[in-house]
């Protein structure tokens, strides 16, 4: 076991509920619970009914399950007591084993155990946080794969296939006179071709990942007044931002998240657009340009009663017009040219905005797609991955020594190994000598 102390924390939200339940791991989680839990005997896997006790002191009625290591959620043995769900009374369980020989737990302490133990990989670990923070059902359901281990099985495939090249490489440089075979060029080439593809195919779920992770960033911007807050509250469903007559209401930008049509948005409202000498909106107008800037799509939302907002109703890329109150003016329709009319005050046209906004996201984005969508920090290390697997492409194709290709390669191994959380230079060592024969 790696670690000789145990942690405890109070594992369900803080607040009003039902039940909450209290958490222990380490090796003397069943000892702790043995001290504090009077009631049935605790069992292995099985739950049982008893109370806390704090010394003399009956703390509260519980079910309490035991979970002995390797087989729990750690790794380690762990204690779950389910406790009645009151701030005051899980407060109590809590300091109960605090106070017979628990340590609080940090953030994420328990997964960070439970990866430490060898319980899951590092993107298992990551897609616990990504289940609980998920938005949609879509992004509940890419954090289920890749806590199924979709990412880290296709990385650890990926890794394999390098190693195997690598430790061909390698073998040829330790042992040249020996007969090993240093593969065939086309070989070898294909199969590092073969690993840069695999590479480049999970790099490509990058932008779905964000998505689903962070949600698309949708600025609403425009002139003052032209409904843009009336907008945010229409797409929200209910009246979020302040909406008046007066124009420049909206100073700060105010960001809300939303799911249309099944895609996490994170939607922003932003201050008008307009030179003014009051510093506050100047600030807010500032601000509202950075969202823009930022944006993945802007609704730029225009006036239908202001003429001179119809004489160019031209979008710029990534921008999407919309024509606002087309209540007050029956011409909208037939003047909003690449704008799509809407009315916030009626409803009419929302649906259709809405649409055309999801399209744009799925526009040549299969969203939905089986497989688990990586991260910004798996993008970090497969980008790097797929450059060392290039610089190694590129020394083969040059005809330089193998050892040089086989420096990129490692590099290649290590950028895809730190993805789930391994870095090892035995395994290559281990896989020349076992399937080489060496050693006569
Ligand atoms: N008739 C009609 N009035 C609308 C519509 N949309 C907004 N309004 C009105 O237009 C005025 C301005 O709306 P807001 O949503 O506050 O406009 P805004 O773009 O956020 O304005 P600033 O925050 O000042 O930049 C309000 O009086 C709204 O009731 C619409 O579709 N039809
Ligand atoms: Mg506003």
Redesign the pocket.
């Known amino acids: 076991m790696l670690f000789d102390d145990t942690i405890a924390a109070l594992s369900t939200p803080p607040g009003e509920g039902a039940i909450a339940v209290v958490r222990l791991s380490g090796p003397r989680a069943l000892e702790i619970g043995d001290q504090v839990f009077r009631g049935q005997k605790l069992e292995r896997r099985m739950a049982v009914f008893g109370r806390i006790y704090d010394g003399d002191e009956a703390v509260d009625e519980v079910v309490a399950t035991a979970f002995q290591g390797p087989a729990s959620y750690t790794g380690e043995d762990v204690l779950e007591i389910s406790c009645h769900g009151g701030v005051l009374v899980s407060a109590r369980v809590l300091e109960t084993v605090l106070k017979a020989g628990a340590r609080a737990a940090g953030p994420g302490e328990f997964t960070q155990r439970a990866f430490l133990n060898g319980k899951m990989d590092l993107t298992q670990a990551e897609a616990v946080m990504d289940l609980i923070r998920a938005q949609t059902p879509l992004a509940a359901r890419s954090a289920a794969e890749q806590l199924r281990g979709r990412i880290g099985e296709e990385i650890m495939a990926i890794r394999e296939a390098i190693l195997d090249i690598v430790a061909h490489v390698e073998a040829y440089i330790d042992f040249p006179d020996e007969d090993i075979d240093p593969d065939t060029g086309a070989a070898m080439r294909g199969r590092m071709i073969t690993a840069r593809e695999r590479i480049t195919r999970l790099l490509a779920t990058a932008h779905e990942g964000r998505i689903l992770r962070e949600g698309v960033r949708l600025a609403i911007c425009g002139r003052?007044?032209a409904g843009?807050?009336?907008l945010?509250n229409r797409l929200l469903g209910y009246e979020r931002?302040?909406?008046?007559p007066t124009p420049g209401?909206?100073r700060d930008t105010i960001e809300e998240v939303l799911n249309l049509r099944g895609i996490p948005f994170r939607v922003v409202?932003?201050?008008?657009l307009r030179e003014t000498p009051d510093a506050i909106e100047r600030e807010g107008v500032r601000r509202a340009r950075e969202v823009v800037e930022a944006a993945d799509i802007v609704l730029r939302v225009i006036d239908s009663t202001e003429t001179e907002a119809l004489d160019d109703p031209s979008a710029a890329p990534g921008e999407i017009l919309v024509m606002n109150k087309s209540d007050l003016n029956p011409f909208a329709k037939n003047h909003a040219g690449a704008a799509i009319p809407i009315s916030c005050a009626t409803g009419d046209g929302i649906e259709k905005l809405i649409d055309l906004i999801s399209d744009r996201v799925r526009e040549g984005q299969p969203m939905g797609d089986s497989l688990a969508a990586i991260n910004a920090r798996h993008q970090a290390c497969l980008c790097r991955a797929e450059t060392t697997m290039n610089a190694a492409i590129e020394q083969f194709d040059a005809g330089m020594e193998p050892e040089f290709v086989a420096v990129d390669l490692r590099a290649a191994l290590d950028a895809a190994g730190e993805v789930v959380g391994v870095v090892d230079t035995d395994d290559i060592l281990g896989r020349i000598f076992g399937s080489f024969c060496i050693g006569k």
């Open positions: 003052p007044n843009k807050s009336s945010l931002a302040i909406v008046s209401t909206t409202d932003t201050a008008g």
